[in-house]
């Protein structure tokens, strides 16, 4: 920081002194104070506008740019998560969900959805009602499947680009929370109801922004990569048939 500070400091003596001796050649060459005092006056009364130029105008656009490139490439974080994570626990536990029917009737994504059809999904999805049934959840396989995606999750946890979203990492920290949860049980055959309750707990938080972010997700995808949305609509859980085929 004082490297800085210094290189700033004789950077901006070197300027000055420069423009000193320009005024001076000036003087010398045309023994004109009178022009030298005009000009000089009429660029320090400008020098307001150009503030307010480059850093209320200019400065604002670049910031602007610089936060969608960072938005973009937290989207394609985003989407690697749910190729390699995230669309499988959308559908695996979907279907050890009591009220399935309810939670698949308001987040069936179609490609006739508009701004207002995420919205309505959003608000649904931000308080999601999800009732998990863990008597009959396979613990284990659910268990095997976050351990082998360990590494990768905590490689997205180090991922700069998810300063720029909150609500992303609560989704890594939840999931995360998940595996070690199960990770810490040595047998998860005959659980203590109220442990089980416990896991269901963690499994509603942890699905609650799954699904908070892949609405998200796909109302992105929707508008920059349509041919993304069209295969998201074929396969996502929420419908009846999923299918990669185009009828």
Known sequence: MIKRNSFILILAAIFLLLSGVTYLVH????????????????????????????VLIIERILARRETQTKLQKLNMVVGAFFSEAGNYLLGSLLEHFRNKDEISQHLNVTVAW????????????????????????????????????????????????????????ELLWAVTHLDEELEARQSLNNLPDNDLDHLAGDIRRMYDHLASEWLDYVEHVKSRYPYLFSLIVRLHPFQEHPSPLIS
């Open 114 to 169: 508009t701004k207002r059809d995420f919205q309505k999904a959003g608000d649904f999805a931000y308080h999601l009602p999800v009732d998990v049934d863990c008597y009959n959840l396979d613990l284990g396989q659910l268990k095997e499947f976050l351990f082998l995606r360990r590494e990768f999750l905590l490689t997205l946890l180090e991922n700069p680009s998810l300063l720029e979203n909150d609500r992303f990492t």
């Open 27 to 54: 003087y010398l060459i045309f023994r004109d104070v009178y022009h030298i005092f005009i000009y000089l006056v009429g660029d320090l009364a400008f020098l307001p506008i150009e503030v307010l130029l480059v």
